[in-house]
C-alpha cells in the first residue's frame, strides 16, 4: 500500500527547472523530519533534501544553491523545487519521512520509515 505519492517528474533540459510534489492521505507527516532522496542506475541512494518539525534544511553540496524543500504541515505536502538542473540529476526521486532530521551518524534523513513510489526526473537535451 502506497503510503506517500510523489509527482512532478518529468523529461526536462540542462538548466531547466521541475518542482516535485508529495502527499499522503494515510499519516501526517507533522512531527517529523520530511525529505527527498534519488537513486540513479549503478549509483548509491543520496538523499538530496531533508527539513527537519522546525526550519531546519539539510542539502548535500551536489544541490545546494539548486534545489530547495518546503514543508506545508496544514496541507501534509512536501515539495521539492529544482532549479538549473544537470544531466546527472537524472534518477528516480523519492519523497520521505522520517523520524530524524539529523542521526548520530551526523547523517541526515538517514533512516526513512516510508517513501513512495517515486517519480521519474530526466534532464536531457
Known amino acids: 500500500q502506497v503510503q506517500l505519492v510523489e509527482s512532478g517528474g518529468a523529461l526536462v533540459q540542462p538548466g531547466g527547472s521541475l518542482r516535485l510534489s508529495c502527499s499522503s492521505s494515510e499519516f501526517t507527516l507533522y512531527g517529523y523530519a520530511v525529505g527527498w532522496f534519488r537513486q540513479a542506475p549503478g549509483k548509491e541512494r543520496e538523499v538530496v533534501a531533508c527539513?527537519?518539525?522546525?526550519?531546519?534544511?539539510y542539502y548535500p553540496d551536489s544541490v545546494k544553491g539548486r534545489f530547495t524543500i518546503f514543508r506545508d504541515n496544514a496541507k501534509n505536502t512536501v515539495t521539492l523545487q529544482m532549479n538549473n538542473l544537470k544531466s546527472e540529476d537524472t534518477a528516480v526521486y523519492f519523497c520521505?519521512?522520517?523520524?530524524?532530521?539529523?542521526?548520530?551518524?551526523?547523517?541526515?534523513?538517514?533512516?526513512?520509515?516510508?517513501w513512495g513510489q517515486g517519480t521519474q526526473v530526466t534532464v536531457s537535451s
Open positions: 527539513a527537519g518539525e522546525s526550519d531546519d534544511t
Open positions: 520521505l519521512r522520517d523520524f530524524r532530521f539529523q542521526y548520530y551518524s551526523g547523517n541526515y534523513c538517514e533512516y526513512p520509515m516510508n
